[in-house]
């Protein structure tokens, strides 16, 4: 699978490819979104992408603590991602590219979009919840729509994957 580690692509598609970014994280409406972004991708000829960015430890006491902190972190991320990417490439046909960024989730997100001129679409699912449609969504359609030069497409979490399927 193309992936990004560090900030450093590995890439080995082609300059026409359509790519829809999903930011992964553990939320319901993630799996909605990176199934749209999936559904998307296969009736367009495009790529799904996904971002897994692992935010850093607050543990500072003892720095062994907070490197093994940081690595089991990782190694849970390289986990989802594949798992992940199987279902990326089930859903849509196509093996997805891959990121993995450290730092504040927002910022990563910012920085990728802005220096890969594939991505097209980012992709987020929103909440129905009472809490809101998600902290990520809540600070991109705030102050920071400005900072992204794509458009996003929210999905909202009461669709079902009928229902994604077909307005996908």
């Given amino acids: 699978m193309d992936q990004e580690t560090d900030g450093k692509k590995c890439r080995n ?27 998307r991708a296969l009736h367009t000829g495009g790529r799904v992408a996904l971002l897994y960015v692992i935010e850093p430890a607050e543990f500072n006491h003892w720095a062994a603590v907070g490197d093994l902190m940081q690595e089991e972190a990782r190694e849970e991320a390289e986990a989802r991602l ?33 220096e890969d001129d594939q991505i097209s679409i980012l992709v987020l699912g929103a909440s129905s919840g009472s809490g809101g449609p998600g902290p990520l969504l809540t600070a991109l359609m705030g102050k920071h729509i400005g900072k992204l030069r794509v458009p996003i497409t929210v999905v909202p979490d009461n669709l079902e994957p009928a229902e994604i399927d077909e307005i996908s």
């Fill in 13 to 39: 598609h082609g300059s026409t490819d359509r790519i829809f970014l999903v930011v992964v994280d553990d939320s319901d409406e993630m799996l909605q979104a990176m199934r749209f972004a999936c559904r």
């Fill in 82 to 114: 594949n798992k992940l990417g199987e279902e990326v490439l089930e859903y849509s046909g196509q093996i997805p590219v891959l990121y993995m960024r450290e730092g504040d989730r927002r910022d990563e997100l910012v920085k990728l979009v802005n």
